[in-house]
């Protein structure tokens, strides 16, 4: 089997990519290289309206079977080629867009998926979001990234202190002046943000304790940094050996770190330290990020797997999250500190409207609160509890993202769609234009 592959997002030097539009999906695409290369040889094209359908006329002279994944938003797949093509996308909201806002009917992914004729997802929820507005025979199949396999080798214990090197951009909230930080200031500063914080001696960063790792990027209005942060330093402001390690993935968050350090500057005095890290660390050292870690934290409005949660959790690190969207296939009482969330009205992401169209998940503040006192009691005097949680988390990850899981889900679905082409193939290049 020929198996083409594209995303918008280049597989270079991804450092300067991160935060651009759609930049997640090239992790998404690597995670599921390996898989992809056990089912077939891989093709991966740039430009697919141009290339596409000249590999398939190949295969079709060859007599060999040939399959385009787009891992793209169904909005952006390219529509009307001869080869079968399935989306692969994912999506975090209650209700997925239907309406062909801005003048462009692709906004309306119903009709986009409706003519392309399957998809596929990553989580459950989608799924089940995807039939409500399609139908139960819409085919649609969720085939989470199969990284579990690849973190086992990190299940071995902690690596003890975390080292962060002086290269990075780091801002210690415990050797930083957040006073300089206070709206007044940074209003008065305007145009021009106040400088980032220099590290003292360009030392290298030491931590240990109990640290919370959380990684995202803080330009995503999901990832609801502001109730992390507020909420870690309202629960345990009182705890120096308490951390919360915050990694930024965007190309340039620097516009954002003084109204992160505003936050903190008004949560009053703290013993509790917040780190704002924001580099693209080699392998080991991110690596060693995550060994040295006590837990993951997710306090998102919805998500669409959640890749840094998932690392985590496979390698054995409990979470504390909320327990919704694509986090209700692996997050459990078992291996989490559940916070309590409830819908509230929510927007698509892409529409320029910004109307409300959809729901969302508000989580609750307190409840984040007693999960980060709960988790901080069980990490420093209830080892068992722990080390219990640890591998619940583990456990549950195997059965959501594992190769062996993942593989049969995905070969399955991708030989029905292929065998119902050959028995009904329409002529894509005939329908309207969406």
């Known amino acids: 089997m020929i198996i083409i592959i594209h995303t918008s997002t280049p597989g270079g030097d991804l450092r300067h990519q991160l935060g651009r539009p759609e930049y997640s999906y090239r992790f998404v695409v690597e995670e599921f290289r390996p898989l992809l290369q056990e089912l077939g040889t891989i093709i991966e094209v740039t430009y697919p309206e141009h290339e596409v359908d000249a590999i398939y ?3 079709q002279r060859d007599g060999e079977s040939c399959v385009f994944l787009c891992f793209l938003p169904p909005n952006k797949v390219p529509f009307g080629l001869a080869c079968p093509t399935i989306p692969v996308f994912a999506w ?40 409500d507005a399609l139908g139960p025979d819409f085919p649609v199949c969720s085939v989470p990234a199969p990284l579990w396999n690849r973190m086992q080798t990190l299940r071995a214990g902690s690596a003890g202190q975390l080292r962060l090197p002086a290269n990075s951009l780091l801002v210690d909230s415990r050797h930083t002046d957040l006073g300089a ?12 943000l106040l400088p980032m ?27 609801n940094w502001m109730e992390m942060i507020t909420g870690f330093c309202d629960a345990l402001r009182d705890k120096a050996d308490a951390t919360l390690l915050i990694k930024l993935t965007h190309h340039d968050p620097r516009d954002l770190i003084p109204n ?6 008004k949560m009053g005095s703290l013993a509790c330290r917040v780190v704002l890290l924001h580099a693209y660390l080699p392998t080991e050292e991110y690596n060693t990020l995550l060994r040295s870690s006590t ?5 998102s409005h919805g998500e669409g797997q959640c890749l840094p949660l998932m690392e985590y959790m496979s390698a ?16 459990t009482p078992e291996n989490a500190f559940i916070v309590d969330s409830s819908s509230e009205p929510g927007t698509w992401p892409h529409d320029q409207r910004q109307v409300f169209r959809t729901l969302r998940q508000r989580v609750h503040y307190q409840a984040l609160v007693r999960a980060y006192r709960c988790s901080y009691q069980v990490a420093r005097h209830e080892p068992e509890v722990y ?17 062996e899981v993942v593989r049969t889900r995905l070969q399955q679905f991708v030989n029905a769609r292929l065998s119902a082409t050959l028995v009904n193939t329409p002529d894509a290049r005939h329908v309207d234009s969406v």
Request: charged share 20%; aromatic share 8%; net charge negative.
């Open 57 to 59: 006329a190949d295969c």
């Open 92 to 131: 975090e909201y209650d209700t997925p867009p239907n309406e062909a806002f801005g003048g462009k009917p692709r906004n309306d992914w119903t009709r986009v998926l409706g003519k392309l004729g399957s998809a596929l997802t990553h989580s459950s929820f989608t799924v089940e979001r995807v039939h």
């Open 181 to 192: 930080y206070r709206m007044s200031l940074i209003e008065a500063a305007l145009p021009d």
């Open 197 to 223: 914080p220099e590290r003292a001696g360009g030392q290298d960063l030491v931590l240990d304790g109990v640290i919370y790792t959380s990684i995202y990027n803080p330009h995503d209005g999901r990832k």
């Open 260 to 265: 992160m350090l505003e936050a903190i500057y």
């Open 295 to 299: 837990y993951a934290v997710n306090t």
């Open 316 to 331: 054995g690190k409990p979470a504390v999250a909320p327990r919704h969207t694509a986090m209700l296939d692996y997050l």
């Open 387 to 403: 080390a219990a949680m640890s591998a619940a988390a583990t456990m549950a990850l195997q059965h959501y993202c594992s190769m």
